[in-house]
């Protein structure tokens, strides 16, 4: 098992509950690949350096999990299909 970091920035019309829904939606392929998350921190609506697909806002998330490869790629594969996503990004952090 690895560990993953995933940076998420979803639309910014999603309500604050429909966030972790949306997430959990992602998230469980993982888990039932056997694979835990193990924080999910949502930062809230926050402005965007740039204009993505015509919005200045966006919801942004990030999600500490563990899990195989295979499961996270196609987490990142169905985020990056999904139209509630505007960037997603998988990160796998240095070990200390």
Known sequence: MRHYEVMVILEPNLEESQVSPT?????KGVKDAGGA???IDV???????????KSNEGVY???DLQSEPGPVAEMDRQMR???SVLRAKVLRPELR
């Open 23 to 27: 997430l959990d939606k992602f998230l």
């Open 37 to 39: 998350v193990d924080k």
């Open 43 to 53: 930062w809230g609506r926050r402005r965007l350096a740039y204009e993505i697909n």
């Open 61 to 63: 998330a990030v999600v």
């Open 81 to 83: 299909l999904s139209e």
